[in-house]
């Protein structure tokens, strides 16, 4: 099960068995991706070894930044169904008084709640319901995959089995999305990168009408005796993590005894447990994503504590950061070093997200000494400073590190905006009311605060970017606000919302463009010159 380093361009296996992308894994991570795709044109086949959707919770909070790649797949209405706003987080101490809050807006940047509480099987049914009614995608359940190899620069083959026997399949790329004990990752030669958190917990998932003592979003118990997180994610559904002693199940009793702080459990009561189960928080990472046309997604590349619910999220991001320049490489002939810059963007994003959930249980379980004592009191004052919890809860997902399709240029103006997502407010457009990126589309685009001159609207259009005045939008100025705090007179956004590059505020061009241009297409003759440009409407002009 080895992937051998491929360069060059690649070539497509002719005949039967041919499929563009395979996506190992049916969880969340590889039906996004599939629907992702699905909308630039790209057929996947998708292989699980589960026939249906597994029954239990698992992850139950999503960000704001992650429903809006909810919504770019498709099922953002069917995701409101099911979802529940949270208000934020809140750190208590042992005796269960407030520490810390870390709200959450109703309506975040990205124009969905900030947080929202969720099941994760009701979520894996609607991303299901969505595949079964996109033609490019097929879920072929009850698969097991055997192999996945690429020999030099040719397509990666996959073998399978199900209840029909042994198949095999050609594709011009392989998503591994298939966890923590990824098959993937062992065919890429990978090995996990060690961030040092380890610790056993028991997590007891409920269902009861019992009026429960509760604040509407999470809770985390900094009790190094008993450190512990509590959330609602429904209606009658409520989630409780404990660190304890020993792995045994809990009776009734012990259940009673944990739980008293919230709710209480006279016999007879209803009261289901769903799920208790125990699990090993880890921090992790894969020391390599990539090797040729297989990459990593998810659990597969990346293992995070849950305490500041970004395991789902991290790998959604990675199949919104994925997505749109595989297409590009399969579709339009884009560079093959592309596909870097998803390992490039996505890794120290992801190592960011987990050092913080790293952090968070430290400061739950922070030990019981005298330097504890003193840490969890400064964390107390700390939160207490004007504007910190906000900027805490902006450091989730920070702005992407600079690369090739990164540039920043922060002497030249506009560099703040540069690497962060552009915000999405509602706007007027065909004269309804929309998110922004509906009037955006799927591809690049270009917001702009002063009308663009021939030649950058010559190179928006090479990109196949539409452009958007930022005027008359309908959207009480936020976009033309953003752009002039940013300094920049136009924003070019990636696909993936992303702010690759800007014009700065009198500025003639974008920024970076000889570094981004070459990645994104075979030529530079798909970009002209500001020369080529000019002298082209001068001869017009003198016709």
């Not at 509602?426 to 001159?453: C, T």
Request: with cysteine; charged share 25%.
């Amino acid at each position: 099960m080895t992937v051998d380093q491929a360069a060059g361009p690649r070539h497509t296996a002719p005949g039967p068995g041919h499929v563009p992308v395979v996506i190992v894994g049916a969880g969340p991570v590889g039906v996004t991706a599939a629907l992702l795709l699905a909308r630039r044109g790209i057929p996947t086949v998708v292989l699980e070894r589960h026939r249906e959707v597994y029954p239990l919770p698992r992850a139950v909070a999503i960000d704001d930044e992650v429903r809006r790649i909810l919504q770019a797949a498709g099922v953002h209405e069917e995701f409101a169904a099911i979802a529940r706003p949270a208000l934020g987080l809140r750190l208590l101490d042992a005796r269960h008084r407030v520490m810390a809050e870390f709200p959450r807006a109703a309506q975040g940047a990205h124009g969905f709640p900030q947080t929202s509480m969720f099941d994760q099987p009701e979520l894996e049914r609607v991303l299901r319901a969505a595949l079964a009614r996109t033609p490019e995608c097929e879920l072929r359940g009850g698969a097991e995959v055997g192999v996945v190899e690429q020999d030099g620069d040719g397509p990666v083959r996959v073998t399978y089995r199900d209840d029909e026997g042994e198949h095999l399949l050609w594709a011009d790329a392989v998503l591994g999305c298939d966890g923590a004990g990824s098959l993937t990752r062992d065919a890429i030669g990978a090995g996990w990168e060690d961030l040092h958190f380890e610790e056993r917990w028991t997590v007891i998932d409920v269902r009861t009408s019992l009026p429960v003592r509760c604040w509407e979003g999470v809770e985390q118990i900094c009790d190094p005796q008993r450190p512990a997180t509590f959330m609602r994610i429904g209606e009658d559904r409520y989630r409780w993590e404990f660190r304890l002693p020993d792995d045994s199940e809990l009776d009734r009793e012990r259940l009673r005894e944990l739980l008293a702080p919230w709710v209480d459990l006279a016999p007879g009561v209803d009261f289901e447990v769903v799920r208790q189960a125990q699990y090993t928080f880890r921090a992790r990472i894969a020391d390599r994503w990539r090797r040729g046309r297989v990459l990593l997604l998810g659990d597969a590349a990346h293992l995070t504590p849950p305490f500041v619910g970004q395991g789902l999220c991290a790998g959604l991001r990675d199949a919104y950061n994925l997505t749109w320049k595989l297409a590009r490489v399969l579709r339009q002939g884009a560079d093959e070093r592309l596909l870097d810059t998803y390992e490039s963007e996505r890794k120290p994003h992801a190592r960011h997200v987990i050092r913080l959930a790293v952090a968070m249980g430290w400061a739950m379980t922070g030990g019981q000494d005298g330097a504890a004592a003193i840490r969890r009191g400064v964390l107390g004052a700390a939160v207490r400073i004007p504007g910190l919890t906000a900027a805490a809860a902006r450091g989730l997902s920070p702005a992407l590190t600079a690369g090739p399709l990164v540039r920043r240029r922060v002497r030249l103006g506009g560099g703040g905006l540069v690497g962060g997502f552009c915000p999405q407010p509602w706007v007027s457009a065909d004269g309804r009311r929309a998110r922004l990126d509906e009037l955006l589309g799927d591809s690049f685009a270009v917001l702009s605060a002063v009308p663009l001159p021939p030649f950058l609207k010559a190179v928006a259009d090479g990109l196949g970017a539409r452009t958007v005045p930022v005027t008359g939008l309908g959207d009480d100025g936020r976009l033309a606000a953003w752009l002039r705090e940013g300094r920049a007179d136009a924003a070019l956004l990636r696909p993936d919302r992303v702010v690759m590059d800007v014009v700065p505020s009198g500025g003639r061009d974008f920024t970076g463009r000889a570094g981004w241009a070459s990645l994104l297409h075979t030529t530079q003759s798909s970009f002209p010159s500001q020369w080529t440009v000019e002298k082209s409407l001068l001869r017009s002009t003198t016709r």
